[in-house]
T-cell receptor, first 108, second 114 residues
């Protein structure tokens, strides 16, 4: 089966750094994805990790530890437009299963 | 525009009715996935097709069915609708089921059952 946990909500200030954690239990694990979703809109792909370590992409970085079933998304230099839900999703047995998402509120 | 087209964008219907949601995948993508997202809920995986064949099933109700046609577009049929079926229904596509580029999502169909 697949089980994903991430915090429900986080708040941060513009210009700050925030880390969103995700733990997962996935049969046939084949990779961990992060998506961004603004309210009422489609999720958009942010990052993919299949090997342990850190993947950096501009202001966003994602980390994976397969042995611990743990990932995090790091957002730097926060901007107001980063206010959105961030979805952790694990891929296993040809299914991409999403967590319930972390709602990030960025304040001035 | 993500390249994944979903129609209609909005749908309002009564309980007990049947509706069909349509999805055209991004050009070159062979896999299609359907997800349901209720208010303040996560994306729930419903079903996946690859090149016309069903590949994986999630928590899809028996009242729901789907298929992928030879031209690769897909339809999700929802019947005997209940108030609780009101949700955003997303279609996504990828080149294949193991795509490391993730899935590309359409803009969704917002279904309201009254």
């Amino acid at each position: 089966g697949q089980n994903i946990d991430q915090p429900t909500e986080m708040t941060a200030t513009e210009g700050a750094i925030v880390q969103i954690n995700c733990t997962y239990q996935t049969s046939g694990f084949n990779g961990l994805f992060w998506y961004q979703q603004h309210a009422g809109e489609a999720p958009t792909f942010l990052s993919y990790n299949v090997l342990d370590g850190l993947e950096e992409k501009g202001r966003f970085s994602s980390f994976l530890s397969r042995s611990k079933g743990y990932s995090y998304l790091l957002l730097k230099e926060l901007q107001m437009k980063d206010s959105a839900s961030y979805l952790c999703a694990s891929h296993g047995f040809q299914k991409l299963v999403f967590g319930t998402g972390t709602r990030l509120l960025v304040s001035p | 525009d993500s390249g994944v087209t979903q129609t209609p964008k909005h749908l309002i219907t009564a309980t007990g009715q049947r509706v069909t949601l349509r999805c055209s995948p991004r050009s070159g993508d062979l896999s299609v996935y359907w997800y349901q997202q209720s208010l303040d809920q996560g994306l729930q995986f419903l079903i996946q097709y690859y090149n016309g064949e069903e590949r994986a099933k999630g928590n899809i109700l028996e009242r729901f069915s789907a298929q992928q046609f030879p031209d690769l577009h897909s339809e999700l049929n929802l019947s005997s609708l209940e108030l609780g079926d009101s949700a955003l229904y997303f279609c996504a596509s990828s080149v294949d089921p193991t795509s490391s580029n993730g899935y590309t999502f359409g803009s969704g169909t917002r279904l309201t059952v009254v």
